[in-house]
């Protein structure tokens, strides 16, 4: 009887969990959005708990009006940047170039061009019949890039729906989760509120990661602009800082563009300075970006870098997000473990630095002090 019993449980379990994973594996391509909705629902979080007691009876309200204000002010101005961005990205290289190649032809037979290049064992002939498939290349590719996002058109507004619900949803039931998750934890109630804890710094690390590499990026770009004497320098600045928002597109638009023009105007120097400025603005992301991620969360720099190239490739755009709250849950999980013998890994957030919120009424309450055994004498 008791080993029928014990058959039915295991057999219990083994079906529950393939329940689970046949729900997350049918899900498996939705949880992305989602999943970028309740890090942004724990960045307005706080917010929304001022706001609430402020409309009095209409306080449910709280949820609808913050998801609709991160709408309005944060997702609806960057859709028309990105829009915009690929729009002129596509018009600006569906141009007639024929006369421009023959301008770049015309300067690779100047004698001082042709000198150069013999000295350095390439022939003119080579390099203007690279030139002109380079051309050619970059059409084709930008060609079917814009086709590439006509045609995800409708999976980014299913996205965009996911996003949305699972962002208002999770602002007005997100205190229900949070307790049911703290009901269902197998750990101590100290070591939820670390992982909590944890993956709050990492979001607003990336946050302020992302906010900190658009100023630096948008400072060198206009920097550079402006040294290269380039038309509208502050304008297309100010639009390099608002595309360094945009993850996989960048400051490249408009440092790419403004060298392609220096160089079709004659003006190689400039035009060699300004893709030198074009390399050194891109790689300030890799610094800038896990640096910040580091000295907000307690992450390692290597450990943020490798998470948010990790969280790109896996995750796509959505990854700058995700990649580091996963590589904090995964330094927490080492910590836990560790702490056990006195010896956590200091590579992740809150290593050493107890949760604020132990004192919360999650917490649980300190264990009686030990009573003496029967017969013993208290000590004099």
């Given at each position: 009887?008791?080993?029928?019993?014990?058959?039915?449980r295991?057999l219990?379990?083994?079906?529950?969990g393939?329940?689970?994973?046949?729900?997350?594996?049918?899900?498996?391509?939705?949880?992305?959005p989602?999943?970028?909705g309740?890090?942004?629902?724990?960045?307005?979080?706080?917010?929304?708990?001022?706001?609430?007691?402020?409309?009095?009876?209409?306080?449910?309200?709280?949820?609808a009006?913050?998801?609709?204000?991160?709408?309005i002010?944060?997702?609806?101005?960057?859709?028309?940047?990105?829009?915009?961005?690929?729009?002129?990205?596509?018009?600006?290289?569906?141009?007639?170039w024929?006369?421009t190649?023959?301008?770049?032809?015309?300067?690779?037979?100047?004698?001082?061009?042709?000198?150069?290049?013999n000295?350095?064992?390439?022939?003119?002939d080579?390099?203007?019949?690279?030139?002109?498939?380079?051309?050619?290349?970059?059409?084709?590719?930008?060609?079917?890039?814009?086709?590439?996002?006509?045609?995800?058109?409708?999976q980014?507004?299913?996205?965009?729906?996911?996003?949305i619900?699972?962002?208002?949803?999770?602002?007005?039931?997100?205190?229900?989760?949070l307790r049911?998750?703290?009901t269902?934890?197998?750990?101590?109630?100290?070591?939820?509120?670390?992982?909590?804890?944890?993956?709050?710094?990492?979001?607003?690390?990336?946050?302020?990661g992302?906010?900190?590499?658009?100023?630096?990026?948008?400072?060198?770009?206009?920097?550079?602009?402006?040294?290269?004497k380039v038309?509208?320098?502050?304008?297309?600045g100010?639009?390099?800082?608002?595309l360094?928002?945009?993850?996989?597109?960048?400051?490249?638009?408009?440092?790419?563009?403004?060298a392609?023009?220096?160089?079709?105007?004659?003006?190689?120097?400039?035009?060699?300075?300004?893709?030198?400025?074009a390399?050194?603005?891109?790689?300030?992301?890799?610094?800038?970006?896990?640096?910040?991620?580091?000295?907000?969360?307690?992450?390692?720099p290597?450990?943020?870098?490798?998470?948010?190239?990790?969280?790109?490739?896996?995750?796509?755009?959505?990854?700058?997000?995700?990649?580091?709250?996963v590589?904090?849950?995964?330094?927490?999980?080492v910590?836990?473990?560790?702490?056990?013998?006195?010896?956590?890994?200091?590579?992740?957030?809150?290593?050493?630095?107890?949760?604020?919120?132990?004192?919360?009424?999650?917490?649980?309450?300190?264990?009686?002090?030990?009573?003496?055994?029967?017969?013993?004498?208290?000590?004099?």
């Open positions: 009887m008791q080993q029928e019993t014990q058959s039915d295991w219990s379990f083994a079906l529950r393939a329940l689970i994973a046949l729900f997350f594996w049918m899900v498996k391509g939705l949880l992305v989602v999943l970028l309740g890090l942004v629902a724990l960045l307005v979080s706080p917010l929304q708990r001022r706001l609430s007691p402020r409309l009095g009876r209409f306080r449910q309200l709280a949820p009006i913050s998801t609709a204000s991160v709408i002010l944060v997702c609806i101005p960057l859709a028309v940047i990105i829009i915009e961005a690929s729009a002129s990205i596509s018009r600006f290289f569906a141009r007639d024929s006369n190649i023959e301008r770049v032809q015309g300067l690779l037979n100047d004698g001082r061009i042709t000198g150069l290049l000295r350095a064992g390439l022939s003119g080579d390099v203007r019949t690279y030139v002109g498939n380079l051309f050619q290349r970059v059409g084709s590719s930008i060609a079917g890039f814009a086709g590439g996002m006509v045609a995800a058109v409708p980014t507004i299913v996205d965009a729906f996911l996003f619900v699972a962002l208002y949803y999770l602002l007005r039931d997100g205190g229900m989760l049911w998750l703290l269902q934890s197998p750990f101590r109630n100290e070591e939820t509120d670390v992982l909590f804890a944890s993956i709050q710094d990492t979001v607003h690390g990336a946050v302020l992302l906010l900190a590499t658009a100023a630096v990026q948008g400072t060198l770009t206009t920097v550079a602009l402006f040294a290269c038309p509208g320098a502050f304008l297309f100010l639009l390099a800082t608002l360094s928002l945009v993850p996989m597109i960048g400051t490249t638009p408009v440092t790419l563009g403004a392609i023009y220096l160089f079709v105007i004659g003006r190689i120097g400039a035009g060699i300075g300004m893709c030198a400025a390399v050194v603005v891109g790689l300030s992301d890799n610094v800038i970006r896990p640096w910040v991620q580091s000295s907000h969360g307690g992450m390692h290597l450990i943020a870098l490798l998470a948010i190239f990790g969280g790109l490739e896996l995750f796509g755009a959505a990854g700058i997000f995700i990649g580091p709250v590589a904090a849950i995964v330094l927490w999980a910590n836990t473990r560790g702490s056990v013998s006195g010896s956590g890994l200091p590579l992740g957030p809150h290593s050493s630095r107890p949760p604020a919120s132990l004192g919360s009424p999650t917490s649980r309450p300190p264990p009686p002090a030990s009573r003496p055994p029967p017969g013993s004498r208290p000590p004099v």
